[in-house]
């Protein structure tokens, strides 16, 4: 059995990762292949900043909560396992502001400690007059990725996983797949210990300027541009985020910038995660789609690698029921 | 009196931020701090610089929070100006955990820091030993960074800093209308007041930028508070002991119940082992005397035995001070006026 996988981000890493973990035992000729123009440090999932935070409102999409929370909860099962380092992987509490109240999001009770925020931290952030605290989890690419790479030992293909975020138009069209253009400003503030995001709902996710303290530097961003393929940094963009985060955070005019990256959040309406057999000529083979996780990849992709090893275990039980057993030509 | 010339001795958090205090209340004054030590090699550059009060036994709760909620406030706007990272000064959020339920659920302190509330269920899932334990966000006071910028400020309005070693009180009365008596542990021989004694602290400092959250045990032994470039790992309280020398075993004890509270730390880097001497005292000194000797009058104002709540209520305890110090000026200006007449 060869699966391909096509994507080296975090999607196609883990999903691989989730697929070789289940079924490695049980198939004994199991080849996964990752296939992709980028590897670690060089995907969209190395630049951001790894903070497990999903959208405001899930609209409705109650399953891509659940995957949500599943990603939580297996992430915390890891924090205190020797591998938590290597994997990137710590606990963080912060702020989120708004200039209104908001409805609570679906995922406060999968969180720490969600609470409203008290008047007088509400006077830390002038401007913002509600907002929440909780403990969440970060998980930095740059250290997830290889820890990814490394647990699942390697070894015509039967099973295609298409993993491949941003580019998976190119593979086959999907119009609803659309950048949604980030870029961030890496600093040294090492006395921020808490993240800090702000929303301004009417320009919507992410175009708003939010802090997030890694374990090395501290990530500055707040743009979210849909439509926009552009992987350039842009000095209007930098000064942006670079006036509106010192404005939340006086203190932040004191660190030292040490980088700037842009990249493509792969943004759906919804994320991609289905079945599909594709035929060229007398070949086939299965198709699993897993992308289109917009800017919510690291807090969903457990979730979603659990959920295409459950269609790769589908597509076994079917091979397994085929008669009689040809092998015929793989794609 | 044109301008009172004041000496502060002691050079850690307690004598320079009462000699500031001083120069903002008495602008007139002439501040000297003389201290054999200055930062990084006083005693408050070993502490981790949290502000979670110490309880004394014998000073009255409402003027421990008042210290304290000076402290906090003072502290609070200067974490949230740019002068925050050369101050040292940063919000951490963490927890206080216990292995059994305390009396008292509701310290003194919990409507001061910023929102205090009980652990849930989930949360208490990270510590399987403890069974209760509350949340809150606190301020951190990063030594050498905090001393460095008081000193800044105060050679900004003039004082001086001297480096000396002052046996007696008494050196001074020749040079200077009044003494502030800020020598911490140093008391115990200077004045000889025999009811400071230290509490020995032995805490790791080590390198693990990854932990972002303060966690303390209830019991004060065992407790890890990350600073700005390092995480401090403790400790140990030991009454009655003098010594400085880091204690190998201790080292090792610190580091193993710290590791139970926080897997993660095995993987930290770097550890430096350092020792202070907490002030101890029931109640924190902060008084004014006058001392006698052959007819000749020595204006004092104590300020020492904060022990293990030095940073929480520093600048409270200097404010009073320093009112203190304004009650000497007028003691003098009026004996002053009175010689003239």
Redesign the interface.
């Known amino acids: 059995m060869r699966v391909a996988i096509i994507g080296a981000g975090v999607i196609g890493l883990s999903s691989a990762l989730c697929i070789h973990e289940q079924f490695h035992g049980l198939v004994p000729s199991l080849e996964l292949e990752v296939y992709a123009d980028h590897f670690t440090p060089h995907t969209t999932s190395d630049g951001a900043a790894g903070l497990w935070q999903p959208y405001l409102s899930d609209h409705g999409n109650l399953q891509e909560t659940l995957w949500n929370k599943e990603t939580f909860d297996y992430l915390l099962g890891h924090l205190h396992s020797p591998a938590a380092k290597e994997m990137g992987l710590f606990l963080i509490s912060g702020y989120n502001l708004f200039t209104e109240p908001v409805p609570d999001p679906s995922w406060k009770n999968i969180v720490l400690g969600f609470r409203n925020l008290t008047p007088k931290e509400l006077e830390l952030f002038p401007g913002y007059s509600y907002g929440w605290f909780n403990t969440a989890l970060m998980l930095e690419g740059r250290s997830y990725l290889p820890w990814l790479t490394n647990r699942r030992g390697r070894d015509g293909v039967d099973v295609v996983l298409n993993c491949s975020g941003m580019r998976a138009g190119e593979l086959q069209p999907d119009p609803e797949l659309q950048p949604g253009r980030g870029q961030v400003i890496k600093v040294l503030a090492p006395w921020v210990k808490h993240f800090i995001i702000t929303h301004d709902l009417k320009s919507g996710i992410y175009n708003s300027p939010y802090v997030i303290p890694g374990s090395e530097f501290t990530v500055l961003g707040g743009i979210y541009q849909h439509g926009n393929w552009s992987e350039e940094n842009s000095a209007k963009d930098h000064k942006f985020i670079w006036d509106s985060c010192c404005r939340l955070l006086p203190a932040l005019q004191k660190a030292k910038i040490v980088g700037e990256w842009s990249g493509l959040r792969p943004a759906r309406p919804s994320v991609r995660l289905e079945r599909e057999s594709v035929r060229l000529g007398n070949v086939q083979a299965e198709v699993i789609h897993n992308y289109g996780h917009g800017g919510f990849g690291i807090t969903i992709h457990w979730g979603c690698a659990m959920a295409a090893a459950r269609l790769f275990g589908t597509i076994l039980q079917e091979k397994k029921q085929q008669l009689p057993r040809a092998p015929g030509p793989r794609l | 009196m044109a301008s009172p010339k004041v000496a502060v001795v002691g050079a850690g958090v307690i004598g320079l931020s009462t000699a500031l205090c001083i120069t903002e209340t008495c602008p007139s004054c002439s501040v000297t701090v003389l201290s054999d030590q200055f930062s990084p090699n006083t005693t408050s550059d070993v502490a981790a610089g949290m502000l979670i009060p110490h309880t004394y036994p014998d000073t009255p709760i409402h003027r421990q929070k008042q210290w304290f909620r000076e402290t906090f406030t003072y502290l609070f706007a200067i ?8 101050a ?1 000064i ?4 963490g927890w206080q955990i216990f292995k059994s339920t305390p009396k008292e659920e509701l310290p003194f302190w919990s409507d001061i820091v ?2 205090f ?1 009980p ?2 269920e ?2 208490l899932q ?1 510590f399987p030993q403890h069974q209760f334990g509350q ?1 809150f ?1 606190t301020l951190k006071c ?1 030594c050498p960074p905090y001393l460095l910028w008081l000193e800044k400020r105060l050679k900004a309005t003039g004082a001086q800093m001297s480096t000396r070693r002052v046996a007696d009180l008494w050196e001074l009365h020749s040079e200077y209308d009044i003494v502030v008596n800020c020598a911490g542990v140093g008391a115990h021989q200077l004045v000889g007041d025999k009811e400071l004694f230290p509490v020995r602290g032995q805490v790791l400092k080590v390198h693990a ?5 303060f966690i303390r045990d209830g019991d004060g032994l065992t407790y890890i508070y ?1 600073g ?2 390092r995480v401090t790992l403790g400790g140990t309280r030991e009454k009655g002991s003098w010594s400085l020398s880091p204690d190998p075993g201790a080292t090792r004890d610190i580091f193993d119940r710290c590791c139970s509270l926080e ?2 730390l ?2 930290a880097q770097g550890m430096e082992v350092k020792v202070g001497l907490r002030p101890s005292r029931q109640c924190v000194r902060v008084q004014r005397e006058i001392l006698s000797q052959g007819g000749v009058k020595l204006l004092v104002v104590h300020n020492y035995g904060h022990g293990a709540g030095g940073f929480s209520v520093h600048r409270g305890t200097a404010k009073e001070a320093a009112q203190l110090v304004g009650e000497c000026i007028s003691a003098l200006q009026g004996s002053s006026s009175r010689a003239k007449l």
Not at chain 2, 90 to 93: G, I, N, P
Request: net charge neutral; hydrophobic share 35%; glycine share 6%.
């Open positions: 974490s949230n100006s740019a002068d925050a990272s050369e040292g940063h919000l951490v959020s910023l929102g509330r652990m849930s989930a949360e990270k949340a966000t990063d930028p990854w932990v972002k959250h990350p700005i470039h897997p993660s095995r993987a």
